[in-house]
């Protein structure tokens, strides 16, 4: 899932850290793998290190897939509820 930079902290581009928002959750980042990323952008973040700038546009599709995904799950609650989440 794509996390937005809302700050960056720190010179040294191998310890170079940003609080990434990922829909509410903020983590802190390592952006060694991503030296031309800006607040504001988007990143593809494994095991703590940002790897790649998303594009924006690709950013709010995933968020609109999972926007859909969360209303069928409610809308398939609805129509029966107590069923077990698949995990």
Do not use: W
């Not at 980042?29 to 952008?41: F, I, M, S, W």
């Not at 290190?49 to 594009?55: C, L, M, Q, R, S």
């Amino acid at each position: 899932m794509p996390g937005r930079v809302i700050s960056i902290e720190g010179d040294d581009p191998l310890t170079r850290q940003g609080r990434v928002d990922f829909g509410g959750i903020v983590k802190p980042v390592n952006l060694a793998y991503v030296p031309d990323v800006r607040e504001q952008d988007y990143v593809l973040v494994h095991v703590g290190f940002a790897i790649t700038i998303v594009d924006p546009h690709e950013a709010e599709r995933v968020f609109h897939y999972l926007e859909c995904l969360e209303t069928l799950e409610q809308e398939a609650d609805e129509l029966e509820p107590g069923r077990p989440v698949p995990q």
